[in-house]
């Protein structure tokens, strides 16, 4: 999935995004829950936890 895709599935812009990944901006747990759901994953395999 590319950031602009997750950007969308999250309805925010590609670069909050680009800040979640580089460790910019926090990321709260709701928000972490949310990209774990689209991703298919858990929170500890994508390091979100």
């Given amino acids: ?3 602009r895709e ?3 599935a999250l309805g925010v812009s590609e670069s909050l995004v ?4 580089r ?3 926090p990321l709260d ?3 972490r ?3 774990a759901r689209i ?3 858990d929170l500890d395999t994508l390091g979100l936890a």
Avoid at 18 to 21: H, P
């Fill in 39 to 41: 991703l298919e994953s």
């Fill in 33 to 35: 829950l949310h990209i």
């Fill in 18 to 21: 680009s800040l979640y990944i």
């Fill in 29 to 31: 747990l709701e928000r």
């Fill in 6 to 8: 997750l950007a969308e």
């Fill in 23 to 25: 460790g910019k901006r």
């Fill in 1 to 3: 999935m590319t950031q």
